[in-house]
Nanobody, 118 residues
Framework: QVQLVESGGGLVQAGGSLRLSCAASGFPVSIYAMGWYRQVAGKQRELVAAIGIGGTTNYADSVKGRFTISRDNARNTVYLQMNSLKPEDTAVYYC????????????WGQGTQVTVSS
């Protein structure tokens, strides 16, 4: 059974950093392209970062140069390092497969709230 557990969010001042973790179980993250998504209430969930099976990364223009996605296959965990945070980064962050490479897992984790104060 696929399970995704996000953690690491919190309240941070603009310019600060956070590191999010997505602990996966029920499947090996090494065989899928994985992504981090974020959602603000009333808006669609958007893909902000993705990492391919071979390690290739892609980012939304809004986070490029500030966020870094990585994966630890031994820990079966995907990370999102977020630096130079801005108030507009405030959202609930989730992980799932990279939607650009195929269907998502049907169940999402609970997400982790990131709040950036100005």
């Amino acid at each position: 059974q696929v399970q995704l557990v996000e953690s690491g969010g919190g309240l941070v001042q603009a310019g600060g950093s956070l590191r999010l973790s997505c602990a996966a179980s029920g499947f090996p993250v090494s065989i899928y392209a994985m992504g981090w998504y974020r959602q603000v209430a009333g808006k669609q969930r958007e893909l902000v970062a993705a990492i391919g099976i071979g390690g290739t990364t892609n980012y939304a223009d809004s986070v490029k140069g500030r966020f870094t996605i990585s994966r630890d296959n031994a820990r079966n965990t995907v990370y999102l390092q977020m630096n130079s945070l801005k108030p507009e980064d405030t959202a609930v962050y989730y992980c799932n497969k990279d939607r650009g490479t195929g269907p998502l897992f049907g169940s999402w984790g609970q997400g982790t709230q990131v709040t950036v104060s100005s």
